[in-house]
């Protein structure tokens, strides 16, 4: 019998408020923890408002540092508490004026492993993204957790195919996407991309994007959080359009060997004829 | 009325058009091509100018004397080369003063190219050809226009008159002689028409088609975006169309701007997945249909049913819309549906490994947290894990809803009732039509309900809370907002009228197990 992981996201509204936001979330993982689930991801800068819509300086105030600040740490005793690893996307201030949009990875046991910086920062009407943050200077790292190997890569980042491969290079099993996107702008793209990725790298991929219109704007976010597998199948069904939603599912690990036999992806691709890729 | 039409089969062939009785007097012979001569003539042209290729836009058949090309071996290939290009279905010679026999160079080229190139040994006036070709082809589009109208005012028709979605879909399907599917953008199978055993075949292969993230057209299978005002929230499928793809892309769009038209007008009290969810709830309950032969419907309504553990709640006051959300909110897979008698009923699908009770409280328990819930109470029956088992599971969660429905309050229940836990109220709920039973309660009950000063309701009341509760007095006094001593001349009143003493464990439980049956035949 092969490995199955039972992995978790969840999609919410914004409530108005951020203590009441990380409430939820909280209650979030006791959900997903009764039934099991070994992992669960949130939505992209999961306790604040899409805060991107509009140009102000005052949601910086959003950022806190990253593991010392206290909503990791907060999260870290629920892991603990209930054996999931968590991924936490935030906003992250290495010091003032210096800010991130990350993912903080925490363990079963509750340790802190590590974070993802997103790379690719937008600039488009209503994601106004680099008045916020820096592109993200370290790396595509892949985190060893206790249900296996998992990469983040946050919303914007997945219109870009060389993380993606620099994640699954780097040995990923499931690579969650997190995201904050809108109805007009990127629904044909969202069951498109990701499952491409998917495929092309032979892993999971677990993609979560918030719900509902926020006061900030008109960005409508449409939800439809799903997990597809090596083969671009959606594992069970994609989630609701405008309600909150926690899916949990069980990803075979065995479909991930399987696949990479029949195919062989990493096999034959030809990095040496790639220089004109990663010319500046 | 209803016209029905014949699905329309595909346009005319090149193989058609040469089989008409126009043609076969003017002995036709294929010289080129003659593996492609399925292709669709979607006009005939006569030509003879040399550079026809130009005035083409494809799908012609294109009929020719060759005047222009005789002694020009070089003209001739390039003449053939040109209507490929333009993508010709087909070319045709009448042979005579230009061209007394085939000429070779036409049909090398002809071959090279795989255009059907035909010669016509006896050749006749062109304009006969065009004439009978052309009325047929236009006869056919006529033909589609009437089935588009037609299809059309039948289903804006019904929708007038009020008629539901599974109306509007079986109109949809006698027209496509197909099996017809209306899905939500999660794919799930809202409803379906057309002949019940290729609807079920379609169905059991549903998983495979809907997890599909690109979704492909072809063999058939015709679709058309349900959506409007900028959103899209669902498709129409024709499932295995047999006739011309035009003609059953022109089915699809009619049916698909009707359902937006229904949906839009709103007039339904529940949204398509709550009457696809009740259908089917309904019919398992109902054991009219075995529950084996609903599975192909429940997977293809997106319950998880391979290896599964299958909980059946009821719950009394909760909206379908409300415990949906519920489900959703904790990631819990289930149907949800409002059943007869104002019950919503809840079916579960839980992995094999999870604990089915725990996580059953867990529901309940998250319920009591919602606003105006605090009391709620889920009825539950054991879980079952062969699927056919579920009917009787949920008349079980059903007879469990029932036992308590009155007496919540008083009996201070758990946020999760099963059959265990109704007792003797259960058995007398299932017994409550005997008239043995009927005439047991009328008679032991008959002071109170024997109308003389208006206070028996108020008594009857108070009779309830006191047994309900185990006799405990300050609990009746606090529930009923009175002080003991008042509650005191109560009981008092009460065990005058039935003349009974209340102390007396045999007298008590006697009244209660009327008052029992009394309330289950009320409900």
Not at chain 1, 39 to 63: I, N, R, S, T, W
Not at chain 1, 258 to 269: A, K, L, S, V, Y
């Amino acid at each position: 019998m092969s490995r199955v992981i039972r992995a978790a996201l969840f999609q919410t509204a914004w409530t108005g408020d951020k203590e009441s936001m990380i409430q939820v979330h909280e209650q979030a993982v006791r959900d997903a923890a009764a039934q099991g689930a070994q992992v669960l991801c949130f939505q992209e800068l999961f306790y604040g408002p899409y805060f991107c819509q509009v140009q102000d300086k005052a949601f910086y105030e959003y950022a806190e540092s990253i593991p010392e600040g206290a909503i990791v740490r907060r999260f870290q005793v629920l892991a603990k508490e209930h054996g999931i690893v968590l991924v936490l996307p935030m906003y992250e201030e290495e010091q003032p004026g210096v800010l991130y949009n990350t993912a903080a990875v925490i363990d079963a046991d509750g340790s802190y492993l590590g974070k993802y910086r997103k790379h690719h920062i937008p600039q488009v009407p209503g994601f106004w993204e680099k008045f916020y943050f820096r592109p993200g200077n370290a790396g595509w790292p892949v985190f060893d957790t206790k249900v296996g190997k998992i990469g983040v890569y946050i919303c914007y980042d997945r219109h870009f195919p060389e993380g993606w491969r620099a994640l699954g290079l780097a040995g990923a099993e499931i690579v969650f996407n997190p995201s904050a996107t809108s109805r007009g702008l990127s629904s044909y793209l969202w069951q498109l991309e990701q499952p491409a990725a998917a495929v092309a790298n032979e892993y999971f991929v677990g993609a979560i994007n918030r719900v509902g219109v926020e006061e900030l704007g008109d960005n409508d976010f449409y939800g439809t959080t799903y997990f597809v597998d090596p083969e671009a199948q959606f594992v069970g069904e994609v989630a609701s359009d405008k309600e909150p939603e926690l899916v949990v599912r069980d990803l075979d690990m065995g479909k991930l060997r399987e696949i990479r036999d029949r195919w062989q992806f990493f096999r034959d691709r030809r990095p040496d004829a790639y220089a004109p890729i990663t010319a500046p | 009325m209803t016209t029905v039409f014949e699905p329309l089969g595909p346009a005319l062939s090149v193989r058609q058009v040469l089989a008409l009785e126009r043609v076969l007097a003017g002995e036709p012979e294929v010289i080129a091509g003659a593996s492609r001569l399925d292709r669709p003539v979607r006009w005939v042209h006569v030509a003879e100018a040399a550079d026809v290729g130009v005035m083409l836009s494809g799908g012609e058949m294109v009929l020719t004397t060759g005047v222009l090309l005789a002694g020009d071996e070089d003209k001739q290939a390039e003449y053939i080369r040109s209507l490929h290009r333009a993508e010709a279905a087909a070319v045709v010679l009448g042979l005579g003063r230009a061209f007394p026999a085939p000429p070779d160079v036409m049909r090398r080229a002809a071959e090279r190219c795989g255009l059907p190139m035909i010669v016509l040994h006896r050749p006749f006036p062109f304009a006969e050809l065009t004439e009978e070709v052309q009325s047929r082809l236009v006869r056919r589009k006529f033909a589609a226009v009437s089935l588009s109208e037609a299809v059309r005012t039948a289903l804006t028709g019904l929708i007038t008159a009020g008629a539901p979605l599974q109306r509007l879909l079986d109109e949809v399907a006698q027209h496509s002689a197909c099996p017809v599917v209306v899905t939500n953008l999660a794919h799930r199978v809202l409803a379906t028409a057309g002949e019940r055993p290729a609807v079920d075949d379609v169905l059991r292969d549903w998983e495979r088609i809907a997890r599909q993230a690109g979704g492909s057209e072809g063999d058939g299978w015709i679709r058309a975006e349900l959506g409007g005002r900028g959103e899209r929230w669902g498709q129409i499928m024709l499932c295995g169309y047999r006739g011309d793809t035009g003609v059953g892309r022109l089915l699809a769009d009619r049916a698909a701007e009707a359902l937006v038209l229904h949906r839009m007008l709103g007039n339904a009290a529940h949204s398509w997945e709550e009457e696809s969810a009740q259908g089917l709830l309904t019919d398992l309950v109902s054991e009219v249909v075995p529950a084996r032969q609903l599975l192909p419907r429940a997977r293809a309504a997106g319950l998880p049913v391979n290896r599964r553990t299958f909980v059946p709640l009821v719950v009394r006051d909760g909206t379908p819309a409300q415990l949906d959300r519920l489900l959703r909110l904790l990631g819990l897979s289930g149907l949800v549906a409002e059943l007869a008698g104002d019950a919503t009923a809840v079916l579960l699908s839980l992995p094999r490994d999870q604990d089915a009770e725990a996580l059953t409280e867990h529901f309940a328990a998250r319920l009591r947290t919602e606003p105006g819930s605090g009391e709620t109470v889920v009825a539950a029956a054991g879980p079952r894990t062969v699927w056919d088992d579920v009917p009787a599971g949920l008349r079980e969660a059903q007879h469990v809803a029932d036992a308590v429905a009155d007496s919540s309050a008083a009996l201070d229940l758990p946020a999760v009732v099963r059959l265990k836990d109704v007792h003797l109220r259960g058995l007398i709920r299932l017994l409550r039509d005997d008239p043995r039973v009927q005439s047991f309660a009328e008679r032991e009950l008959d002071g109170l309900l024997c109308e003389r000063d208006g206070e028996e309701a108020a008594l009857l009341a108070v009779l309830r809370t006191y047994l309900a509760s185990g006799r405990n007095k300050s609990r009746t006094a606090q529930l009923h907002h009175v002080s003991r001593p008042a509650l005191y001349r109560r009981l008092e009143a009460i065990q005058t009228r039935l003349g009974v003493d209340l102390d007396d464990f045999e007298q008590a439980a006697s009244v209660h197990i009327a008052l029992l049956a009394h309330d289950a035949q009320q409900g």
